[in-house]
């Protein structure tokens, strides 16, 4: 028998101290920086506010995390968007969330 519970909580994903600098000189560096700089900083500002009323850091997290994604994400977009693929038979999501209702 373990002595771990099977229920323990995941810890959360905890980036280093400076990884909001690291990741706003990523986005400046990157081609989509006219676009993603403003986008992220006005995130930022506003989950920082929010974790200061909360005194969570949890937000942060996320929001350091969801940015590092599409950073790295961004060269296979970049290939998909650059090999022709038709992309045309999608479906709106805004028109299937409204079948539903």
Excluded at 37 to 54: D, K, Y
């Amino acid at each position: 028998m373990s002595a771990q519970p099977d229920h323990a909580p995941v810890t959360p994903f905890a980036p280093a101290p400076g990884a909001p600098a690291e990741l706003l000189a990523q986005l400046r560096a990157d081609q989509r920086a006219e676009r993603w700089v403003p986008a992220f900083e006005q995130e930022w500002a506003a989950v920082l506010e929010e974790s200061r009323r909360t005194f969570s850091l949890a937000a942060l997290y996320e929001v350091v995390q969801v940015w590092q994604g599409r950073i790295a994400s961004a060269p296979a977009v970049d290939a998909f968007v650059a090999s022709g693929y038709d992309d045309s038979e999608f479906i709106d999501m805004a028109e299937l969330r409204g079948r539903r209702q």
